[in-house]
């Protein structure tokens, strides 16, 4: 047994201890499984044993879930099983039948079973959980409980959507499962998804305590009379909740998500079945799932590639690790005052700087109310709230720059005062001990980091760092190679971003480098739908079930009106001749001089109400464009749906072409975590892999000659159809992959 201790006490309670070796949080592994299964049969036959408590030896948590590198790079395959009707000897198929198959063996094994929770339990592990009679959970401030497989394409395959369901009710476990909800130990009680919550390491005595004193070795739902909360499909208020959710999901996700559609198909028919036929249908659902487009782009995007780019996977080699300890950020506005919070959590001193005393005390003050948010919803301790503060200086004395170990700079977005800052700050910045290894960064999010560049004394020091807002949120951090940086700048920039706990990306400069590059086009997109003749609400409705987070204009109202006014404006400045002017560009520009600037003054293309409740569509803006098509049919929808997301992945490709960006990983992640692109489809490159690149330059073909060269493929995408690429297949770099 290598993956759990078992040691049995003089009450005969068998402790086995889940700890699988060299790993910091456990996941169920092949073995691990195979070992639980030898616990489940030793309970059946060993007469010593009165009851088992099954706890994990890792601080960390109890178990994470399936091990999904296991389970998809090929140690299941050799397993089949000879009662799946489409004979699928999948890999995800075994690995999932076997779970159900080992969690049922524990869960009828004839002796008690309880489970303590010694923290985070999700997937899988919550999944054995469900399975064992009883559940002690602790009440640690990092212990949560989920079912979270919706959130990578999945939904829950080890008997978590059979025995959810029976436990708290379809209504409710449909809900916790299709959102993927984590609950804290006092929700996890109050939903009835555990039995017992107590003080941190109490769990095993508790679990102990109830196997001696109640020890019911029969799971409910195997008891004669059992009724599932709320009743099952077949009872009326059953029936009436699928209806529900069945809309509810069409409306949520627009059948963007075969994960949720399988789901609530497991969940409607194993209702009606005994539980053992129950997770069967279970596992030919998961199965038909994991052979999803949706499912294989969401996995390898949200779950392998956001591991490999959050260890830093796109770091130059040979350089070695640095670990910053003082940043000194100019401009404390709204960047610079989320930059120096991110800093300061991550344990890094912030000298943040801005004109006056009082403009740098003003970022700290939006600190404090970052802090003060973050205690009162129980997410920091008082201890660290004041910690943080204590490593933010705010001041504008520029020489408390010395010592840095790099410059974040964040002053308003005006080339000559970057320029000026950057000699200010870099007087300082190279003298001192730091002289020799300090970088500089800035957060333009338009201006040329080659052309910024310019005004340092050492260019191969100069980097792009570009947050995206808010920052305490947002993830990514765009990370923009000029043209003289170095490798060593790059890796130290990037040893930055990771020690704040945020996922770089890599790319070159270019205009707008790459996230903006590919999101403008999206609402650019939208402004045309408007100057046709297209109802607002149509467009944003239709944007929203592209399953981007918004419709454009609601997005455009998000971003400021005036801020892509201006970006437009410099656009077509630096373009010359060459700028194609958008339709209703010249209409937002009007709306800007006329005071509505978005939801920032609560007026745009929608009306915001001071006292907060719901936006509606500001009555003037028929005025500019009279609206001509209001009703939705599919094929207007469809076509809509489309513009709105080829505009965005040809912009992609074209990135592709350019070298600002070369990795597919790079490119869907930044797609998702930058600018919230659809996540069913895995990311902006992993859509164009689903379509093929040949259909693909099919649409666009046909949307040119519609709407115009601003779909018209690049030569890449040519080339790749030609041959039959993919971008995954072309530019994946699985090698530096697998050794990140
Ligand atoms: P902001 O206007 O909120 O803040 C700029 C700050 O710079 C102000 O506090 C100003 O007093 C300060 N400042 C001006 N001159 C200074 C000087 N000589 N020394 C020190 N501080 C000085 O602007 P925001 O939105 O924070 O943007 C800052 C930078 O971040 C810009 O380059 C912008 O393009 C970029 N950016 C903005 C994003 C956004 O969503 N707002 C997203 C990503 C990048």
Redesign the pocket.
């Known amino acids: 047994m290598e993956c759990f201790k078992t040691e049995l006490d003089a009450d005969g309670i068998l402790l086995c201890t889940f700890d699988v070796p060299g790993k910091t949080m456990n996941t169920f592994t092949k073995q691990a499984l195979a070992d639980l299964l030898a616990i489940a049969e030793r309970a059946k036959t060993d007469a010593e044993v009165k009851g088992m408590v099954i706890t994990s030896g890792k601080t960390t948590g109890f178990c994470a879930g399936a091990d999904l590198e296991e389970m998809l790079g090929g140690a299941w395959e050799a397993k089949s099983d000879p009662s799946d009707p489409e004979g699928a000897l999948k890999a995800g198929f075994a690995a999932a039948f076997e779970m159900n198959r080992v969690y049922r063996q524990l869960e009828t094994c004839g002796k008690p079973v309880a489970v303590a929770l010694n923290g985070l339990a999700l997937g899988g592990g919550l999944e054995l959980a469900l399975a064992c009679h009883y559940r002690v959970l602790n009440d640690g401030p990092k212990t949560q409980v989920g079912l979270p497989e919706i959130k990578i394409g999945l939904f829950p395959g080890g008997g978590g959507s059979q025995r959810l369901t029976r436990l708290i009710g379809a209504q409710a476990a449909l809900m916790a499962m299709s959102e993927g909800k984590s609950f804290k130990p006092k929700d996890a009680l109050s939903a009835g998804i555990v039995h017992e919550v107590v003080p941190v390491g109490q769990e095993v005595e508790a679990a102990k305590t109830w196997i001696r004193t109640k020890g019911d070795p029969v799971a409910l739902w195997d008891k004669k009379d059992y009724k599932i909360p709320g009743g099952g499909p077949y009872h009326p208020a059953g029936a009436q909740i699928f209806i529900m959710a069945n809309a509810l999901l069409r409306k949520q996700s627009y059948g963007n998500y075969p994960a949720v559609v399988n789901l609530m198909r497991a969940v409607y028919e194993g209702l009606q079945l005994p539980f053992d036929s129950a997770i069967k249908v279970e596992s030919r659902y998961f199965v038909n799932t994991l052979q999803t487009p949706q499912a294989k782009a969401m996995i390898r995007t949200f779950f392998f590639s956001m591991q490999q780019l959050g260890k830093g996977s796109g770091r130059p080699a040979g350089v070695e690790k640095t670990d910053p300890k003082q940043v000194a950020v100019?401009?404390?506005?709204?960047?610079?005052?989320?930059i120096a919070y991110v800093s300061a959590q991550a344990g890094i001193r912030v000298i943040l700087?801005?004109?006056d005393d009082a403009?740098a005390s003003?970022?700290k003050s939006h600190c404090e109310s970052l802090v003060k948010k973050a205690v009162s919803r129980g997410k920091m301790t008082q201890e660290k709230a004041q910690a943080l503060l204590d490593l933010i200086v705010p001041t504008?004395d520029y020489t408390q720059i010395a010592g840095s170990d790099l410059v974040v700079?964040?002053?308003?977005?005006n080339t000559e005062?970057?320029e000026?800052?950057t000699k200010?700050a870099e007087a300082q910045l190279y003298t001192g001990d730091k002289a020799e290894t300090a970088i500089f960064g800035?957060?333009?999010?338009?201006?040329p980091i080659s052309l910024l560049a310019k005004a340092s004394v050492d260019a191969s020091k100069f980097i792009g760092i570009?947050?995206?807002?808010p920052v305490d949120k947002m993830m990514l951090v765009e990370i923009i190679r000029g043209k003289e940086t170095s490798d060593e700048t790059l890796a130290k920039a990037i040893d930055y971003v990771l020690k704040i706990r945020k996922t770089p990306i890599v790319v070159n400069d270019a205009r707008f480098f790459y996230a903006n590059r590919c999101f403008i086009p999206f609402t650019a997109e939208g402004l045309h739908l408007w100057a046709e003749g297209y109802a607002p609400a149509l467009i944003d409705n239709v944007g929203r079930a592209t399953g981007m987070p918004r419709g454009p204009l609601e997005m455009m109202d998000d971003?400021a009106l005036d801020?892509l006014v201006k970006i437009t404006s410099e656009t077509a400045k630096a373009m010359g001749d060459a700028y194609v002017p958008i339709p209703g560009e010249k209409e937002v520009a009007q709306m800007v001089a006329d005071g509505r600037l978005g939801r920032k003054n609560g007026k745009g293309f929608y009306d915001y109400p001071e006292a907060g409740g719901n936006k509606s569509l500001w009555p003037g803006l028929s005025d500019k464009f009279a609206p001509t098509i209001t009703d939705s049919t599919p094929e207007l929808a469809e076509d809509i749906r489309k513009r709105l997301l080829y505009i965005q992945a040809v912009t992609a490709a074209r990135c592709f072409e350019e070298g600002v960006i070369s990795d597919p990983r790079e490119a869907d992640v930044g797609s998702i975590l930058g600018w919230g692109f659809a996540p069913w489809s895995g990311g902006i490159v992993s859509l164009i892999d689903a379509i093929g690149t040949a259909k693909f330059v099919e649409e666009l073909d046909e949307l040119t000659a519609k709407y115009g060269d601003r779909f018209a493929p690049p030569q890449l995408l040519r080339d790749m159809a030609a041959k039959g690429e993919t971008f995954y297949g072309r530019f994946g770099k699985t090698d530096a992959a697998k050794a990140a």
């Open positions: 100019l401009g404390a506005g709204m960047m610079g005052a989320g700087i801005d004109r403009a003003k970022g504008s700079e964040a002053v308003f977005e005062l970057k000026k800052v200010d800035t957060n333009t999010s338009t201006i570009h947050f995206f807002s971003v801020l």
